[in-house]
Every structure is written in C-alpha cells, then in structure tokens.
C-alpha cells in the first residue's frame, strides 16, 4: 500500500445491522474516503475479479457468510497474484485460535475480534490502521 489516505477498503459483512455500524465507522475515519458493503464472499471475490472496479487497498472480512465464507475468501485472495497485493483483514464474533492462525496462514495481517458493543466498533478503524502502519 503506497499510501495512508483516501483510503478504499471493501468491507464483507452479511448481518445487515453490523454492516451498518461499521460502515458508517470506517465513514467517520478521516483516512478512509471510499468504503463499500458486500454482503458475502462471492460478492466480495466477483467485485475483485470485475476489471471495471477499482480495486480497494484495503479488505475487511467477517468469517461466518453465507455462500462464500471469509477463510474460503482469504484462501482465494492469497493464490491469486494480484489479489494476494491487497492489504486483508478478518474479524469474527468467535476468537476461536484455529481460526485465528488459518486467517494468518492465508494472509490476513490481523484477527480481530468483532466486537459486542457498538461503540466499539469505532475502534475497528483505528486498529487497521495501527497494523498497516506496522507493517509498513
């Protein structure tokens, strides 16, 4: 990632209600100016393969989706040399290690853990970034 503003992250999130929250708190982040909601893994993984989208510099996934699930996602999008350039991320509800240590294996620079208060998911952002800069 060659830059830390205007930011374009692509968000797979099937609960309607948390995709809702963190959407609007990835809004709210002054380095975030392109967010956008797909509500599972196949739509995540056909918006990158379409060469009309631009692609993000930065993916959040939730694990538990239907029809494509986030460690399929991340599996693909490490095989895939173009893909594999994008910056991932996985977040759950479960804090399940295995999980954890499969979403790293598929490379994801962080797990987080999804969290169980609203107002904490203002944090998220801020977390993603904290790693990015890390692993600059």
């Known amino acids: 990632m ?6 374009h992250i692509l968000i797979a999130e099937d609960d309607f209600d948390d995709g809702e929250v963190i959407l609007e708190s990835f809004k709210k982040h002054p380095l975030f100016l392109k ?9 995540l993984l056909d918006y990158l393969n379409d060469e009309t989208k631009s ?6 996934t939730d694990l538990n989706m239907p029809i ?3 460690l399929e996602v991340l599996k693909e999008i490490c095989h895939h040399p173009e893909f594999k350039k994008i910056t991932t991320f996985a977040y759950s509800t479960s804090s399940n290690p295995v999980y954890q240590a499969k979403c790293i294996d598929f490379g994801a620079k962080a797990f987080l853990t999804k969290p169980t208060e609203i107002s904490e998911f203002d944090e998220i952002p801020q977390k993603i970034i904290q ?4 692993n600059l």
């Open 2 to 7: 060659k830059k830390l503003r205007n930011l």
């Open 35 to 43: 967010v956008e909601i797909l509500r599972n893994g196949k739509q």
């Open 55 to 60: 692609k993000p510099d930065l993916i959040l």
């Open 68 to 70: 494509i699930n986030g």
């Open 131 to 134: 790693v990015v800069l890390q």
